[in-house]
């Protein structure tokens, strides 16, 4: 006798993709939109950096709503989901480098998501430099890419439940 108890797609829908910052929300909202604030469009289920030309249009050849889209809503707010402290007497020796570096970086991966951004530099009294980012995965890239360049120490810390990211990087 098979069981009668309902077998509902629920297990799947709350999945995110952690690649390019691809969410799949239950109800997909209008495409495309396009951020006021950056101009990055909304289509295909994800936000992909804006290309020059005319201005995106829906199937229909409706204009894009205009929103603003989780990268430029996690910087204004300052929420951040990836936090990077680089600590280390080579930290201090090479700061312009580094910060070039990094930077560097987080524009290389505007390309593949463009609501992955940093959010901001702290340099803590006596304490690390943290670069705050907006998603999880442009610390942890941030930190792969500072290990590459530097050696150093690196050491990654998942916290799934909030979705943070908290990466380490210490080269003395
Ligand atoms: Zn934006």
């Known amino acids: 006798?098979?069981?009668?108890?309902?077998?509902?797609?629920?297990?799947?829908?709350?999945?995110?993709?952690?690649e390019a910052g691809r969410h799949r929300p239950a109800r997909a909202p209008t495409e495309p939109r396009v951020c006021g604030t950056c101009g990055a469009?909304?289509?295909?289920?994800?936000?992909?950096?804006?290309?020059?030309?005319?201005?995106?249009?829906?199937?229909?050849?409706?204009?894009?709503?205009?929103?603003?889209?989780p990268g430029c809503r996690r910087v204004a707010e300052h929420a951040?989901?990836?936090?990077?402290?680089?600590?280390?007497?080579f930290v201090d020796a090479h700061r312009d480098e580094i910060e070039r570096l990094v930077k560097a970086e987080a524009r290389r991966t505007l390309d593949d998501n463009p609501t992955a951004r940093i959010i901001a530099w702290e340099a803590m009294p006596a304490g690390p430099l943290v670069v705050t980012t907006t998603t999880e995965h442009l610390a942890e890239r941030l930190g792969h890419a500072l290990e590459k360049a530097?050696?150093?120490?690196?050491?990654?810390?998942?916290s799934h439940e909030n979705k943070l990211a908290r990466v380490y990087w210490h080269r003395d």
Do not use: E, Q
């Open 150 to 158: 530097y050696d150093g120490d690196v050491r990654f810390d998942f």
């Open 41 to 69: 469009v909304y289509r295909g289920r994800r936000w992909v950096r804006a290309v020059p030309g005319p201005a995106p249009v829906s199937s229909s050849g409706a204009a894009a709503a205009v929103t603003t889209c």
């Open 1 to 18: 006798m098979r069981s009668a108890k309902p077998y509902t797609n629920a297990t799947f829908t709350h999945r995110v993709d952690h």
């Open 80 to 89: 951040a989901r990836g936090f990077l402290y680089l600590s280390g007497a």
